[in-house]
């Protein structure tokens, strides 16, 4: 059974910087792209970045240049670096396998962590 535990979350200045951690356990993690979401109140769940098996990364044009993910195959860990942190951010932040194919299921989402930025 795949789970998902995500951590580093807080609540920080406008301009601020937090690293968010997903551990990642009942799966063969190398082989896995890995993304992380987030969801704000009141709006649906987005894909704020991705990472494939082999390292190649994409960002959604509002976190591009401020956010960074990576990963540690050893740890099964995936990580999101996030600079510049704006108010509109504020959100909880999820990490997940991308489905295979578009519209296909995810693994059971974790708890989250909630990353709050203040003006």
């Known amino acids: 059974q795949v789970q998902l535990v995500e951590s580093g979350g807080g609540l920080v200045q406008a301009g601020g910087s937090l690293r968010l951690s997903c551990a990642a356990s009942?799966?063969?993690?190398?082989?896995?792209?890995m993304g992380w979401y987030r969801q704000a109140p009141g709006k649906q769940r987005e894909l704020v970045a991705r990472i494939t098996s082999s390292g190649n990364t994409n960002y959604a044009v509002s976190v591009k240049g401020r956010f960074t993910i990576s990963r540690d195959n050893r740890k099964n860990t995936v990580y999101l670096q996030m600079n510049s942190l704006k108010p509109e951010d504020t959100a909880v932040y999820y990490c997940?396998?991308?489905?295979?194919?578009?519209?296909?299921?995810?693994?059971?989402w974790g708890q989250g962590t909630q990353v709050t930025v203040s003006a």
């Open positions: 009942g799966i063969i993690f190398s082989d896995n792209a």
């Open positions: 997940n396998r991308p489905p295979l194919v578009v519209g296909g299921p995810y693994d059971n």
